[in-house]
């Protein structure tokens, strides 16, 4: 265990900054890393097409001759395609060279590489990993965080559910396509969902599986620190599963009715076992029901995939209305890549 | 109660810190970077003793000092910070000028510096993944597994904490401008080997 730990801090990033370039890296690298925070601010990461490369100067100089000069990061939306930028003296120079040897340009620069949600630095000719979290697609340094965790499902649902951008929950599917989910996809549902929050839930405690009386356990569970309030969160799925080319089962809207019945029958039973806790339940929907497919199926037409996108579910008893312990269910429609 | 003038400097300090680059923070928060701050001093090599107040373990693995607890309040009914529908903390202009003549005093200049490093690891690690690897410090990880409320940094949490820095000390030194990293690897290393970052 010690050696891990050990192994793990040498290898952090900015040890091997400290290592390669000396103070003056364990400060470029701070440096460096707000400029990270503020370009990733602006340049929308998900629908960004092309390389970002940012680096620090360590003599202060600009880099190459001739850059295009932005006076704050907010002017950096404009940009597409394979860029370096270089802030500098707080402007920033932005470089046109899709052919650059990053390996060379650390030898007197800090190099951070951004392309298609994977990044890490060039530090000296060795690359430094940067932590990363699989349920998100943003930068490390980048991740948003959330006091509320409707605000936090909201963008979990656009952000890493709606076109599956989320490794994790990615692979709870039969096919590239998401046509049909493997069997039993709740597990890797709970967690693609469980890691997200526990990025970016702040001043709360996110656990999963939790035992809400003496034999239920409930998806995730919310505990926000000094406050005494408590979140409940049952997560249940909508469309079919397939093993090979069997149709193993499946889940329509009546699904949702009864996860509905059944977080609410938590937050009851959970009372007792939490007297001094205010619980609020969450029920979270991941919709994957496409129309009209068959096991065997590897393509589908919008029509067909993108049918219940905006079929609201209508709930029977309606208990984010009569109870004040339930909110508004969640419904995460997962779209289908379609042909 | 009569809390430590510490607290006071810490929770405006922590606070205003914040603000500076993102949204406002809540009573938990300020908490959780007062405590890490006390590590921090401890590991520049000053005795727990030394920070001022003391904190405690919540059942969640949370720290919690009275005496921030009091702090918070006393400041808010003073006009020094405010709070607001959403908890949120923010430090008035009366609260600037009283936290900047308070960090001109000598007695508060070494604190300032594990204040500014606690404060500094928000930008380089999201405040949930610093809450939760500092539930894994040796002495919050006790209270979370015994689900109970407990003094921190006794002589059983301390001794353990003393051979994590120990293992962070090869790689990091104790100076102003290590510090955050010294915090941020620290944590980061408790995370990945409890498998929460990769």
């Known amino acids: 265990m010690v050696a891990k730990y050990e192994s793990f801090i040498s290898s952090h990033y900015a040890a091997i900054a400290k290592a390669k370039y000396g103070k003056a890296g364990v400060v470029g ?181 939790q035992i809400v009386d003496a034999s239920h356990p409930v998806d995730i569970q919310v505990a926000w620190n000094l406050v005494g309030s408590l979140a409940l969160i049952e997560i249940k799925w909508l469309g079919q599963s397939r093993a ?76 984010h209305i009569t109870r004040t312990d339930f909110a508004p269910a969640f419904r995460f429609f997962v779209r289908p890549e379609i042909a | 109660m009569n809390s430590a003038p510490e607290a006071f400097l810490d929770s405006t300090f922590i606070i205003d810190r914040l603000s500076e680059s993102r949204p406002n923070i809540v009573a938990s928060e300020v908490h959780l970077l007062a405590y890490l701050a006390c590590l921090l001093s401890i590991y520049r090599g000053e005795p727990a003793s030394n920070w001022g107040y003391s904190f405690a373990g919540t059942e969640l693995g949370a720290p919690f000092s009275p005496d921030i607890d009091d702090s918070l309040n006393t400041l808010s009914c003073d006009g020094y910070i405010r709070q607001s529908d959403a908890d949120l903390f923010s430090v ?19 604190r300032q510096i594990p204040l500014k490093a606690a404060c500094d690891c928000v930008s380089l690690l999201p405040l949930p993944l610093l809450q939760s690897g500092l539930s894994k410090e040796p002495s919050l990880a006790m209270t979370a597994k015994l689900k109970q409320r407990r003094p921190l940094l006794d002589d059983v949490g301390r001794n353990r904490l003393y051979d994590q820095f120990a293992v962070i000390g090869k790689t990091w030194g104790k100076d102003a401008h290590e510090l955050s990293f010294a915090a941020t690897s620290w944590l980061s290393a408790l995370l990945h080997v409890s498998g929460e970052v990769s």
């Open chain 1, 29 to 209: 690298i701070f440096e460096l890393v707000q400029r990270i925070k503020e370009i990733f601010l602006t340049v929308i990461t998900d629908s960004y097409r092309g390389q970002i490369v940012i680096a620090h100067a360590i003599d202060g100089k600009p880099l190459f001759p001739r850059p295009k000069v932005f006076s704050s990061a907010d002017l950096l939306v404009e940009l597409s395609g394979d860029i370096l930028v270089q802030p500098l003296g707080g402007k920033y120079l932005v470089y046109r060279k899709p052919r650059i040897n990053l390996k060379a340009l650390s030898m007197r620069a800090i190099v951070y590489v951004w392309n298609s949600g994977l990044e890490h630095f060039i530090l000296k000719g060795v690359q430094g990993e940067i932590p990363k979290i699989n349920a998100l697609d943003t930068s490390f340094f980048a991740i948003p965080t959330f006091h509320s965790l409707s605000e936090a499902l909201e963008r979990y649902g656009l952000g890493s559910a709606l076109n599956c951008s989320c490794p994790i929950l990615e692979e709870s599917w039969a096919e590239k396509a998401r046509l049909f989910f493997k069997p039993g996809p709740e597990k890797i549902m709970r967690t693609s969902l469980h890691q997200f929050l526990h990025a970016t839930m702040r001043g709360a405690e996110v656990r999963p599986e």
């Open chain 1, 244 to 319: 090979g080319r069997k149709r193993r089962g499946g889940h329509s809207e009546g699904r949702a009715l009864v996860g509905a019945k059944q977080l609410a029958g938590y937050i009851d039973k959970n009372k007792p076992f939490s007297p001094y806790k205010t619980a609020r339940g969450y029920l979270v929907v991941i919709d994957g029901r496409r129309r009209g497919i068959r096991p065997g199926q590897r393509k589908i037409r919008a029509a067909d995939g993108l049918y219940h996108s905006t079929r609201e579910i209508v709930y029977r008893p309606q208990y």
């Open chain 2, 92 to 110: 008035t202009q009366g609260g600037k000028a009283w936290l900047k003549r308070m960090c001109s005093l000598r007695t508060f200049s070494d």
